[in-house]
């Protein structure tokens, strides 16, 4: 990375309860913390450290570059500050364009508005600068503006990764109520998984828990996965410096293979989408896979860990959820012994059922979903 360019205030946003593993992420990779909040770290990077995190970083949803702020009591002021700005410093007048926002102004009630008038204010600009203006839409595929306003004060930024970091691009067949890639790559930090143990996943669904751990295991940057973001439809991207950034990222790949990593699930298509999930990730050869009720998962050799993410229920006290948590404890205390075994689900009576006592309460949230993951000590005959 160059130390010639100029670093300018960024910011990486994660979804709740993220940040804290998105800061070990980008202390890890040598950033400064100027202020981390619920939902994001803010930091200085230059354009080229930009395109290097979105390639690296595995818990984080954009990177996203500040551009400017305006004071603005309602939209007609923020078009008349926005129009003012220099847009012509990154907008190509031949690209296309969209806007996102977060606005909370008790002038606004309808939420599309205010990007409607700072797409106009952009677009007017460059009409007047270059005598063109660029096409606009909702796709998220090409140069994306973000627009965050509270009250009298926006800040505008440049979002240089487009789709959210957490679309990978390999989970092409979900399986029902999946879990996102970041939020996975956040549960394996937490479990501090570095492919040294045995992994195993009952109740694999998509396969993301594997494939993530695969991706972490071997040290391959997520990014890599990806032949588009929003950084290369601005004024100014580096082409050749992104390819430098690329073939350092290959470089990092080790050479050793994890240790085994098990994945199963009673349902042959989830398995069956699984495997070519993992083929698109390319980690197909590190995984195995096993139709089957997760009880009788195999178990290797040794010990290692096991991760369970089991369905939540829409109703408090489902009594066949809670027969099936039954049984997850049942696994991990005859199955499992002597590994350390993890539940992530959501739901005190689910939690209770389980009938063993939790060493580690971790929060985490699922889309909207308040969760939990569980960490049990499993230990080989009595705990003395």
């Not at 410093?89 to 364009?97: A, L, Q």
């Not at 993301?208 to 588009?228: F, S, V, Y």
């Not at 989830?270 to 980690?283: D, L, M, Q, R, Y």
């Not at 009576?349 to 063993?356: S, V």
Request: with cysteine; aromatic share 8%; net charge neutral.
């Amino acid at each position: 990375m160059t130390t010639e360019e100029p670093k300018r205030q960024t910011r990486v946003t994660c979804a709740p309860g993220l940040a804290s593993y998105l800061r070990t992420e980008l202390e890890e990779l040598g950033f400064e913390i100027r202020s981390m909040d619920r939902t994001g770290v803010e930091i200085r990077a230059t354009n080229t450290e930009a395109m290097f995190l979105n390639l690296r970083l595995r818990t984080a949803f954009h990177v996203m570059q500040r551009f400017g702020d305006v004071y603005c009591k309602d939209a007609d002021s923020l078009y008349k500050e926005a129009v003012a700005l220099p847009w012509e410093r990154v907008i190509d007048p031949n690209g296309f364009i969209s806007v996102t926002s977060s606005v909370k102004n008790d002038t606004i009630t309808n939420s599309m508005f205010p990007n409607m008038r700072l797409k106009d204010a952009i677009c007017d600009r460059m009409v007047q600068v270059a005598g063109k203006r660029p096409d606009s839409g909702a796709s998220v595929d090409r140069a994306v503006i973000h627009l965050h306003w509270v009250k009298d004060k926006a800040r505008i930024y440049l979002n240089f990764t487009g789709r959210k970091l957490s679309d990978r691009g390999y989970r092409k067949i979900p399986c029902l109520a999946p879990m996102r890639e970041s939020l996975t790559a956040g549960v394996l930090m937490e479990m501090k998984y570095d492919g040294s143990r045995p992994l195993v996943v009952p109740m694999c669904g998509s396969g993301t828990i594997g494939i993530e751990a695969a991706l972490m295991a071997k040290g391959r940057a997520p990014g890599l996965l990806r032949g588009n973001f929003s950084f290369m439809h601005f004024v100014g991207y580096d082409e050749e410096a992104w390819g430098r950034e690329r073939l350092a990222a290959k470089k990092l790949l080790k050479k050793e293979d994890p240790a085994p990593i098990i994945l199963s699930d009673i349902d042959e298509e989830c398995v069956e989408a699984s495997k070519k999930n993992a083929v698109t990730a390319g980690v197909d050869h590190l995984l195995e896979f096993h139709v089957c009720d997760f009880a009788e998962t195999p178990m290797p050799d040794g010990e290692g860990d096991v991760i369970l993410h089991g369905e939540y229920g829409q109703r408090l006290g489902d009594d066949d959820l809670e027969m099936d948590y039954k049984r997850i404890g049942d696994f991990l205390k005859t199955d499992c012994a002597g590994w350390d075994g993890y539940v992530f689900t959501s739901g005190k009576p689910l939690i209770a059922a389980i009938r063993l006592k939790v060493a580690k309460r971790t929060p985490f949230m699922n889309a909207d979903i308040d969760c939990r993951l569980l960490r049990y000590e499993l230990y080989k005959g009595s705990k003395d």
